[in-house]
């Protein structure tokens, strides 16, 4: 039978890369103190499923380099090796190593084969040279070397010829969870020097053989130093599904001493701590085979935890997903379902109304129709509660960040996050990131001073940048604050004097000055730094939280620090949307744009250098927006600014007054992607779909409102747009 | 370069014969064009699609296709002829292009459809560079019929000419 193995890549590479993130979360939370057990073994876990999933699809590469991680923790696990500064180091590069390896080999690219091999390297020697690089039997160094020396003193048997005896009967349906002795006796071959015995006794007459069970048991001595671990892995997946025992080889009867047994689950220090004597029980009467009913300890305990993480990768994996998928909270897809079901009950008592309606029955039928409206809402409410996932996984990338961008620019930073679990749309997600990365990178660059000058301010010699998430008003509130130096207000303006983007008379307030920083073209590093100055300014930000129809705020106080608040819209699968008409056409504009519409007198309207069309609003002269021509419409309707309406918009911190024929209704609109079918267009970020079921495309005011700059720009070179 | 060549489409989808294929055939300016039928996903009537700003002439809209939007290009005026009056004949075959990973819809407005046809490997032979009304990058193959010829049209070249064609803006910026 050939399975296509490359279903479940995916699954694997995502669980992997999961793994890896928590890893990394982990190794960074102990850092500073001692460690937590619980932590150390979920780091363990992560790394050992790594290693599993790539053995068992082939990425050997993979699954080598982990294993070396692997041992490494291993030994923290067990108490062996303290987790300094150097190993934890060292096993954070080996992530970024390995979430390379797992790149390449997911897309199928050659890995950086220089780079793994000085990773491993660099893991062999914290292991002091006992690893050696392909798991194949290392005759001496394991007795040699310091810490390790110890660690495997206690785990080699100790008899004259080192090695193991191992018990191995696969219970009838091991062949159907998808595993094969035969590799494991294969993969314990490459250990050292194997004997093995095959124990026929369990084979039925062949009329009565089920080819599909599995009816074999072997008796498997194993000649080589290698620690109980190493054995003990190999048969990690078939725990459950087998008898196994293991024994140290010359060591024919340790007296099984229950206190003993129990003393240590957490390490499993004794090689074997139950034998034949009362395991097996005589229940079996097969001499030869050392059985036990139920495996150590330390191994069920294990055995639990990786359990459900296992089912769901076989439930996953049954189920290939294509290359965008989403892992959704069961609660939420329950959630649905009884969703679902109120909306069945809803439509089948409508149906039987609408059987023979009569007009007594009025009543009952508003009464249905408001029910179904109800349900359909909640309904649609909880789909796009789908797409939510929190916000940890963009936040999680942020310790190591900080963690790395502080050792190299000799800062002292801690990093506080909140709100992790606030839920955002999946796109936010995968938009965000950049963005924070840019501002967080920032804020340690160029907002917390070096500790010198932190102490010299009179302030804390360890710097602290802020992260939070939170639901607020409909919106997803994102603030990155620092305690750091705050924003040079005068060497921004001064900046953006010399850049040409205010002018000396200009005189603007703090949170204008500020603001500069987020036009095209101004950077204030004074020296490029590999941390920030990567050509990418702040404005680049700005655009991609503004394409999530999001907006930015900065706020800073000299010596205090500074505040960037981000505001996201809570969904971008629906909006809030005003129609409008320009021409014959409609068009939705996001309500979150727009300020207000009013009707302009002729006395508002005013001219800048003769072209340039402005209204007069209160105090402040905004420019004309004519959505006819921006929008190309073949048969515009209204010319005369007075006869149409005004809407004013917001964008980018300036406020436009875009003129339209009319204003149609406000509705929540659904945003299809124009992307799906066809491709980008300038000023339009989607479409939806109206009630007569006709396309509606959306408008996306900064395109707009570029769009109508350009345009202005070709006819008259200078306009000055700000009040 | 990936050209959507008949063998390539019955690779993947083993449906037709052996060693052909099935298109469907429609007119334009009175010449017989065909499309692989695997590649149809509908036929329907011409109805009024929402003019997209600020894109070619022949762009004629999106329309919504149960949920999706779906943009429709008239093939006449993309070839340079005649506009023509839409009416009550005039179709528009929803088509599918590119890979299955990156599949994506295009409806195209044509005349009206004639037929279904199954043609053998062996009756499609190579563009020759003569006049013909549709530019002959847009066409995989010539068949030669009993009644004429029928040209082939690379769909995947349309769908990649659109969007060089079409792109309004550098691409999105990036962080």
């Known amino acids: 039978m050939h399975i296509d193995m490359a279903q479940f890549h995916q699954v694997f590479f995502e669980e992997s890369f999961d793994g890896l993130d928590a890893i990394e979360s982990g190794l960074l939370d102990f850092t500073p103190g001692e460690p937590d057990p619980e932590a150390i073994n979920a780091i363990f876990r992560a790394a050992h499923s790594i290693k599993g999933g790539a053995g068992t699809f082939g990425f050997s590469r993979i699954s080598d380099f982990t294993h070396l991680m692997e041992t490494l923790l291993g030994e923290v696990r067990e108490g062996k090796r303290r987790l300094d500064e150097e190993a934890s180091n060292v096993l954070l590069a080996s992530v970024d190593v390995l979430r390379e390896m797992l790149t390449a080999a997911r897309d199928g690219a050659e ?45 080699v048997p100790s008899g004259e010829t080192p090695g193991w005896k191992i018990g191995f009967r696969p219970h009838r ?111 079996e009467g097969r001499p030869q085979l050392k059985m036990l009913d139920r495996p150590p300890e330390r191994r069920q305990d294990d055995d639990r935890r990786q359990e459900p993480e296992r089912r769901r990768e076989r439930a996953a994996g049954a189920n290939p997903v294509g290359g965008n998928s989403i892992r959704v909270d069961t609660d939420k897809i329950d959630t649905l379902i009884n969703m679902v079901g109120e ?44 797409r939510m996932l929190p916000i940890s996984f963009t936040f999680s990338r942020f310790p190591r960040l900080v963690h790395d961008l502080g050792k190299q620019l000799g ?49 804390p010699e360890t710097g602290h940048v802020y992260l939070s998430a939170e639901h607020r008003a409909g919106n997803i509130m994102i603030e990155i604050r620092d305690d750091g130096r705050g924003l040079g207000r005068d060497r921004i303006l001064q900046r953006a004097r010399e850049r040409g983007l205010v002018s000396a008379e200009d005189n603007l307030n703090d949170k204008q000055i500020y603001d500069l920083v987020f036009k095209p073209g101004f950077s204030t590093a004074e020296e490029v730094s590999d941390v920030s100055g990567r050509g990418v300014g702040m404005d680049v930000v700005q655009r991609n939280i503004n394409e999530l129809g999001g907006s930015i705020e900065i706020d800073s106080r000299p010596g205090q620090g500074t505040r960037f608040t981000i505001r996201l819209p809570l969904t971008l699968a629906i909006l809030d949307g005003q129609a409008i008409r320009v021409g014959d056409e409609t068009y939705i504009v996001p309500l979150v744009s727009i300020v207000e519409s009013i009707q302009v007198e002729p006395d508002m309207l005013g001219q800048v250098a003769g072209k340039g069309e402005t209204f007069r609003l209160r105090d402040e002269y905004l420019p004309i927006v004519r959505m006819h021509a921006v929008l190309d419409v073949p048969n515009p309707g209204k010319t005369q600014v007075e006869q149409g309406i005004v809407v004013v918009v917001e964008s980018g911190g300036s406020r436009w007054g875009l003129f339209v024929d009319d204003l149609l209704g406000q509705q929540q609109v659904v945003i299809k ?50 009040a | 370069m990936h050209h959507g060549s008949a063998a390539g489409i019955e ?39 929402t003019r997209v700003p600020n894109t070619p002439a022949h762009m004629c809209g999106v329309v919504n296709l149960r949920g999706n939007i779906v943009p429709v290009y008239d093939l006449r005026r993309w070839f340079g002829l005649a506009a023509l009056e839409y009416t009550r004949e005039t179709v ?50 010539l068949a030669t019929l009993e009644h004429g010829m029928l040209m082939l049209l690379d769909l995947d070249a349309l769908a990649r000419s659109n969007s060089d064609e079409g792109e309004p803006e550098a691409a999105s910026p990036r962080a």
């Open chain 1, 411 to 459: 800062k002292r930073i801690e990093l506080h996050m909140s709100g992790e679990n606030t839920e955002v749309d999946k796109t936010v997600i995968e938009k965000i990131g950049d963005p924070l990365v840019h501002l967080i990178r920032n804020s340690i660059d160029h907002g917390i001073e070096r500790p010198e000058e932190r102490l010299a301010a009179g302030k």
């Open chain 2, 92 to 141: 528009v075959i929803i088509v599918r292009t590119g890979s299955s990973a990156d599949a994506r819809s295009m409806g195209l407005v044509v005349e009206s459809v004639s037929d279904v046809l199954a043609l053998q490997d062996e009756q499609i032979g190579p563009t020759p560079r003569f006049d013909h009304s549709v530019p002959t990058q847009y066409l995989q193959g």
């Open chain 1, 111 to 155: 890995p950086d084969a220089p780079r793994i091999d000085a990773q491993r390297e660099a893991l062999a020697q914290i292991l002091d040279g006992a690893v050696s690089s392909h798991g194949a039997p290392d005759p001496e160094p394991i007795l040699a070397g310091p810490p390790l020396a110890q660690a495997s003193a206690e785990q």
């Open chain 1, 173 to 283: 349906h091991l062949f159907r969870t998808g595993n094969d002795p035969l590799r494991i006796i294969r993969e314990l071959g490459e250990l050292g020097e194997l004997e093995v015995v095959c124990d026929l006794g369990g084979l039925p007459a062949l009329d009565a053989l089920e080819p599909e069970d599995s009816h074999l048991a072997w008796n498997l001595v194993l000649h080589a130093a290698v620690p109980e671990e190493e054995v003990r892995d190999l048969f990690e997946w078939v725990e459950g599904d087998c008898d196994f025992s293991l024994q140290p080889l010359g060591e024919h009867s340790i007296p099984a001493d229950p206190t003993e047994a129990g003393a240590d689950p957490e390490t499993g220090q004794h090689p074997v701590s139950q034998n034949d004597a009362d395991t097996q029980g005589g229940r």
């Open chain 1, 673 to 722: 992607s124009l992307e799906a079918n066809y491709q980008r267009i300038a000023g339009i970020s989607g479409a939806t779909v109206l009630g007569d079921g006709s396309v509606a495309l959306i408008l996306d005011i900064p395109g707009i409102t570029r769009l109508a700059t350009q345009a202005s720009h070709e006819h008259e070179p200078q306009i000055s747009l700000s």
């Open chain 2, 11 to 49: 690779a993947q989808e083993p449906m037709a014969d052996e060693q052909g294929s099935q298109y469907l055939t429609f007119l334009l300016n009175g010449e017989q064009y065909g499309v692989s039928i695997l590649r149809v996903q509908e036929i329907r009537a011409w109805e009024a699609a």
């Open chain 1, 343 to 386: 909306l069945v009950i809803t439509q089948s008592m409508l149906g039987v109304l609408g059987e023979d309606f009569s007009m007594q029955k009025l009543a009952r039928l508003k009464e249905g129709l408001a029910q179904l409206e109800r349900h359909t809402r909640e309904l649609q409410e909880s789909v796009m509660r789908i």
